[in-house]
C-alpha cells in the first residue's frame, strides 16, 4: 500500500472504491459536508462514518460522547444510525459552536444531541464529576491533547465501551521520524505516537488500529478476569 501525504493514508483507488460501496448520506448531511468544505472545517471521512455506524447499529449503544463537534455533521450522522441514541457533544470554537448550533436547531428533531460549550479537559472534567458514563466515545478534537484527554475518558467508559479515535495517523506523518517532520507538527507527532503507545500497550487497553481515511483506532478498556 501506498502511503500519500494529503490526508489520506490510503492508496486513491481503494480509497474511492470503497466510498463508492456505503449508501447515500441524507441530503441535509451532504449539504453540511458541503458547506464545511466551503469553510475549512473537518468532517470526518466516509469510512470513519461506517466505523461509528457499525458500533452504534452492532452494540446497541444508547448514549455517545463526542468530543469535537465541529460543525454537528458526525454527531447528526451518529444520531441518523439509531433512535435511541443520546449524544454529548463538546466543541470550544465560537465560530464552529454556532454553526453547529444552526445545524442541531434545524435537524435535530428529536433534540438527542446536546452542545457543550467549552475547553475540552474542562468540559469532561465535569462530566466525570456527574458520574456521566458512554457507550461510545468519539475521540476527533486537538491531536496534541489526546493523552490529556484519555484520562477522563477512562473514567467516562461504561463496561464495554468503546472508544474511537480518528486522525491517529496524521496523514502518514506518524510512519516518518520525528525530525523529518515540519518543526512545528514535531509536539504533535511526539504525542500522538504516546498515545498510540498508550492505548496498545494490552494491560488496560485493548485497541486495532485501521488504516483507513487517516487512522482509526478502536479501543475498549481491558476487562479483569478475576
Not at 90 to 117: C, M, Q
Not at 128 to 142: E, H, K, M, S
Request: glycine share 6%; aromatic share 8%; proline share 2%.
Amino acid at each position: 500500500m501506498r502511503y500519500r501525504y494529503d490526508g489520506s493514508v490510503m492508496d486513491e483507488r481503494m480509497d474511492v472504491f470503497l466510498n463508492m460501496l456505503y449508501g447515500d448520506e441524507p441530503n441535509y448531511l451532504r449539504d453540511i459536508a458541503s458547506y464545511a468544505a466551503d469553510i475549512h472545517a473537518p468532517v470526518m471521512r466516509k469510512q470513519t462514518a461506517q466505523i461509528l455506524r457499525f458500533f452504534i447499529m452492532k452494540e446497541h449503544v444508547g448514549r455517545i460522547l463526542e468530543i469535537g463537534a465541529a460543525i454537528g455533521y458526525s454527531a447528526l450522522y451518529m444520531a441518523e444510525c439509531g433512535k435511541d441514541v443520546r449524544i454529548d457533544t463538546i466543541e470550544k470554537v465560537p465560530a464552529r459552536i454556532n454553526d453547529a448550533s444552526l445545524n442541531f436547531e434545524k435537524y435535530d428533531t428529536g433534540n438527542r444531541i446536546n452542545l457543550i460549550e467549552g475547553e475540552a479537559s474542562e468540559a469532561l472534567a465535569d462530566l466525570v464529576r456527574q458520574n456521566a458514563l458512554y457507550d461510545l466515545i468519539f475521540l476527533d478534537a486537538a491531536k496534541a491533547q489526546y493523552m490529556e484527554y484519555l484520562s477522563y475518558i477512562e473514567k467516562l467508559m461504561d463496561r464495554g465501551a468503546v472508544l474511537v479515535t480518528d486522525n491517529v495517523l496524521q496523514e502518514g506523518e506518524l510512519l516518518a521520524s520525528r525530525y523529518a517532520v515540519n518543526r512545528r507538527d514535531r509536539t504533535i507527532h511526539s504525542r500522538m505516537r504516546m498515545f498510540l503507545k498508550e492505548i496498545t500497550d494490552g494491560v488496560k487497553w485493548n485497541t486495532i488500529i485501521l488504516p483507513v481515511g487517516d487512522g482509526v483506532a478502536v479501543t475498549t478498556k481491558c476487562e479483569r478476569l478475576d
